[in-house]
């Protein structure tokens, strides 16, 4: 028996991952979008995909607009000093005034050390613009070093198989896996426990057997974390991939 296939990720350009979803009372498509979430596009079972993604393009310029009000709206910016604590799995941030005219950024033996000028306060849009900038390269520096490899050793143990993977600063997502197995993971990965970042590395190699959230996809997951599937997922969900 061929099996119905109910939910799926799929990449569309300038709009990004799209979570598609077949609902039997859905009685037209539908664009869906929520914080954190992303956009997922409901279609009824008489649409084909094709159609359901021409229409999601038609309303591209909407979707943009409608995202960009929904992250403003649901964004509160951090203001980082010298009091700021933040820690990823290999550094911790320190801020400090420097006698410059410019933002220097310097990581090393742990330390993400980051100078402003003394004539401009900390709060200075410059400055925290400078700091968040500093924060997401040495993210970004650190998760291409580590996730890779990790991943590539979960996979061995769990007899995954995936084609590439890809850091990006994701904005509402921790990770995707495409219909051909390629994997995004979020730079911000790296501000979690290690068990979560296995979690949702595992979450991501599951995908590149179960396509959806399905029950088989959850027994998978399941196996794989020792029976902690939905504690962990409750347990990454306390987390946000946006700090500023």
Known sequence: MKKRITEKQIDIPGIGIVKLRRSPR??????????????????????????AVAFL????????????KINAKGTKLTVFDENTTFKSRSFQLKIEKGNRQDIGIYLNDGILLITYPARLPVTHPGVQEGIRYGIEESLRVEAKSFLPGRLAWLAREHGFSFNKVTIKNLKSRWGSCSGRNNINLNLHLMRLPDELIDYVLLHELCHTVEKNHGPQFWSLLNRVTGGRAKELDKMVNKYHTKIY
């Open 26 to 51: 859905a009685k037209r498509v539908n664009i869906k979008l929520k914080p954190s979430e992303g956009v997922e596009l409901i279609m009824p079972y008489h649409v084909s995909e094709k159609d």
């Open 57 to 68: 393009l038609s309303k591209k310029e909407w979707v943009r607009k409608t995202a960009e």
